[in-house]
């Protein structure tokens, strides 16, 4: 791998020297040379003294996604490797159980991987990545999974970006070892048995990153009638199944996720409390479908809210707040007194008081209160380990 000299501005040094992961593209004062996506960068203080190495990318306003920092380090297949073992090594309280096989197991920046993140799914591990700086690194991280983790299989996963500029012998959804998966994957979260469509799904196949709000959720079942909205593969709905829910009406926009999800209940039929449960689902739009509820005068005891990211970027900031606003009072529309509503934001953009605020405003426009029984955030297979790295909020509350 090629490697290049970079000065920083000295307020770029001391974000390094923090421990932030990012050097933006304004940042850079020097280069050594022309670099290509996936040089190792190797940033020298004004004293020519090393300060941090990480992957260069020419393409992307991140300029540079530091690896390490502090002591001049050889960035070769045990430094990845010796990575991908502290980041398991973080879930420990995960690894041994026969409930929940299904985690990540690199969580980007937050475990000192920009970029990459490693999804498990029983024996099947999905590999994604969000830049093309780690492209040229592919085969080394591979390695580093296969030896540390240990799946049978390794799927490759890519963000729309990276795509774009993948070499022709790398596909989305390709195996990269291991035999290709025949299907969906199937894998235990809280028990239940779930799939993961880990070539053709959103993100890889499930979003792991509910599995303690579900689990939270569930608890709060018990003879209710429920709305799963965002429902995408009906984790939430099945938790609230198991947990005793007298219904589960399910909405997202995606024919082929509402079809994992009534696959996925299939699959739980085992369960006395799945079986008891009455399942139905609208495929269309959330607003509309949830406008077209309340015209019917349909109530439930719990609403379940969890959009995608409003917020793509900076300017799309106000527009997510007032949409986080306007489900909450579209929710309450259709939550009897002394209902609950469990809602969340995955949008890093959004700051976590400005995603409560627009909650409590969303339920004031409807002339309701919300009681508060929990805010929740990162489980512990998705850890926050800079500023940027903090995305998922959520509330529990009561409207009496
Ligand atoms: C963050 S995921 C929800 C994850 C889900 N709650 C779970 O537990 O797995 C967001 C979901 O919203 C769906 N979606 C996006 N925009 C939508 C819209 N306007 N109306 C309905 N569904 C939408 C997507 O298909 C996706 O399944």
Not at 154 to 171: E, F, H, K, N, T
Not at 352 to 358: C, M, N, Q, S, T
Request: hydrophobic fraction near 45%.
């Amino acid at each position: 791998m090629s490697r290049l000299a970079v000065r920083v501005t000295p307020d770029a040094l001391r974000q390094i020297r923090g421990g932030h992961p990012w050097v933006y593209a304004e940042s850079v004062v020097s280069t050594s040379h022309d670099g290509r996506a996936g040089d190792l960068a190797v940033v020298f203080d004004d004293r020519r003294r090393f300060a941090a190495i990480g992957l260069y990318d020419p393409g992307s306003p991140i300029r540079i996604k530091v690896l390490h920092h502090g002591r001049p380090a050889v960035i070769d297949g045990a430094w990845w490797k010796d990575r991908v073992a502290d980041a398991l090594a973080r879930r420990a309280d995960l690894l041994g159980s026969v409930t929940t096989t299904g985690y990540r197991v690199v969580h980007g920046e937050n475990d000192g991987l920009p970029g990459l993140v490693v999804d498990r799914y029983a024996d099947t591990c999905v590999l994604k990545l969000y830049s093309a700086a780690l492209v040229p690194h592919l085969a080394t991280l591979v390695d580093a999974i296969g030896a540390v983790v240990g799946a049978a299989r390794i799927v490759l996963r890519v963000s729309r970006l990276v795509a774009s500029q993948l070499p022709g012998d790398l596909a989305e959804g390709m195996t990269l070892a291991g035999p290709p998966p025949d299907g969906p994957v199937w894998f235990h979260e809280n028990g239940l048995r779930l799939t993961a469509d880990v070539v053709g799904g959103q993100k890889t196949g499930h979003f792991l990153d509910q599995r303690d709000n579900r689990r939270l959720v569930g608890g709060r079942a018990m003879g209710a009638r429920v709305l799963d909205v965002f429902a995408c593969t009906g984790g939430f709905a099945l938790n609230a199944a198991a947990g005793g829910a007298l219904s589960v009406h399910l909405v997202d926009q995606s024919h082929g996720a509402l079809a994992a999800a009534e696959a996925n209940r299939r699959a739980n039929l085992d369960l006395d409390a799945v079986r008891g449960c009455r399942f139905t689902s609208d495929v269309g739009d959330a607003f509309a479908a949830l406008t077209a509820l309340a015209g019917r005068g349909v109530r439930y005891d719990l609403v379940v809210v969890d959009p995608p990211s409003f917020a793509q970027n900076q300017a799309g900031v106000e527009r997510a707040v007032v949409a986080y606003r306007r489900l909450t009072a579209l929710a309450l529309d259709l939550i009897a007194p002394g209902g609950l509503l469990f809602q969340a934001s995955c949008s890093s953009r959004v700051p976590a008081e400005r995603f409560y605020a627009a909650v409590t405003l969303g339920a004031a426009s409807r002339g309701r209160r919300l009681d508060e029984l929990a805010r929740t955030d990162h489980p512990l297979d998705h850890p926050i380990g800079f500023p940027q790295g903090a995305y998922l909020k959520a509330l529990l509350a009561r409207a009496p």
